[in-house]
C-alpha cells in the first residue's frame, strides 16, 4: 500500500502542534518550509485536518494551525483517513466476473476469496493505526530519537509557534476571521 506525501507531512504536522502549549498556534508556512514542500500543497492538507475536526485553523496576526482535541484522541488512523479518505485500499471490481472465462453470475454466489482477504488486511492495518495515538508518536520520539533530533524539534517549535489566538469558531462577533 502506497500513501500520499501528504499523510506523512499531516501526521508530522499534528505531532509538532502537539508539542504546542495551550492556545498557541504555528503558521502552514513553517511547515512548509521545514519539509520543503509546496505551501499550497501542505494547505490543502491542513485544511482536511480542519474540515474533519482534528485541527483548529486561527486567522489573524497570531494565527495558524493548532489540534481540536488532545494529541491522545487523535490517531495515526484519523490522520489517514481524513488525508487519503475513508474507502479501503483495495476495492473489488470483480474482474473475476469478466472476460472469456466468465461464467454464468451464479458461479460466483460466494464473495471473492481475494477481496475477503484484501479487506481483513485493511482491517489490521486499520486497527494498528488506530492503536497508535499521535501523543504516542510524541513520546516516542522525545524517547528513543537521537537527542539532537529532538532539541533540533524542540526548537523548530519554539521558533515558530505563536502565542493564544482565537479560532474561527471562538471569534468575537463582528471580528474578521
Known amino acids: 500500500m502506497k500513501l500520499s506525501e ?6 508530522h504536522s499534528v505531532t509538532i502542534l502537539a508539542s504546542l502549549g495551550p492556545g498557541e498556534t504555528m503558521p502552514a508556512a513553517a511547515f512548509a518550509d521545514a519539509y520543503e514542500i509546496s505551501a499550497s500543497y501542505l494547505l490543502k492538507h491542513l485544511k482536511v485536518l ?31 483517513l481524513a488525508i487519503e479518505g475513508r474507502q479501503p485500499a483495495f476495492r473489488c471490481t470483480e474482474i473475476r466476473q469478466r472476460g472469456p472465462v466468465r461464467l454464468p453470475a451464479e458461479v460466483y454466489a460466494k464473495p471473492c ?3 475477503a482477504a484484501m479487506l481483513k488486511a485493511e482491517r489490521a492495518y486499520r486497527a494498528a493505526l488506530a492503536e497508535t495515538s499521535i501523543a504516542d508518536i510524541a513520546a516516542d520520539f522525545s524517547a528513543e530519537a ?9 526548537a523548530f517549535a519554539e521558533q515558530n509557534k505563536r502565542p493564544q489566538g482565537r ?11
Open 6 to 11: 501528504g499523510v506523512e507531512a499531516a501526521i
Open 113 to 115: 476469496q481475494i477481496n
Open 146 to 154: 537521537d537527542p539532537r533530533a529532538v532539541a533540533a524539534a524542540c
Open 50 to 80: 480542519v474540515a474533519d475536526g482534528l485541527l483548529e485553523s486561527v486567522s489573524g496576526p497570531q494565527g495558524g494551525y493548532r489540534l481540536a482535541r488532545a494529541a491522545e484522541k487523535i490517531t495515526l488512523l484519523d490522520v489517514v
Open 167 to 177: 479560532s474561527k469558531n471562538t471569534q468575537a462577533k463582528g471580528e474578521k476571521a
